[in-house]
């Protein structure tokens, strides 16, 4: 039960997010590298849930009804039950702006 805290703690010390002008990158993996990438244009639901001291996490696309069992964070093994999302990062209302701009510059270049 301890070890996968352990091993939690392993993929988010192996877990980079980046924002480009039109998607946002989620490259994770500790053997193996996955990448996740989300078009800007196409994310209809992004939320912040930020802690006191600033830090938190911006999810994209619906909640997953279960994510309140495991508190919204996902544990190695348990598949892709979760939302797509920047996990316990720094300064997450800074980073969640920056994304909103992002995806209001994508939308007036397609206009």
């Not at 805290?5 to 980079?16: C, E, H, P, S, V």
């Not at 279960?66 to 980073?95: H, N, Y």
Request: proline fraction near 3%; charge should be positive; hydrophobic fraction near 35%.
């Amino acid at each position: 039960m301890v070890g996968r805290f352990f091993a939690d703690a392993r993929q988010r010390d192996k877990t980079y997010y980046g924002v480009t002008n039109e998607r946002v990158i989620i490259v994770s993996g500790i053997l193996s590298r996955k990448v996740k990438s989300l078009n800007l244009r196409t994310l209809t639901d992004v939320s912040l849930d930020e802690k006191s001291d600033g830090s938190g996490t911006i999810t994209f696309g619906a909640a997953n009804p279960m994510s309140w069992w495991s508190g919204g964070v996902s544990f190695p093994g348990w598949g892709q039950s979760s939302t797509p999302g920047f996990e316990l990062i720094r300064e997450a209302k800074k980073v969640y702006e920056i994304i909103r701009n992002a995806q209001r510059q994508s939308a007036q270049g397609e206009a």
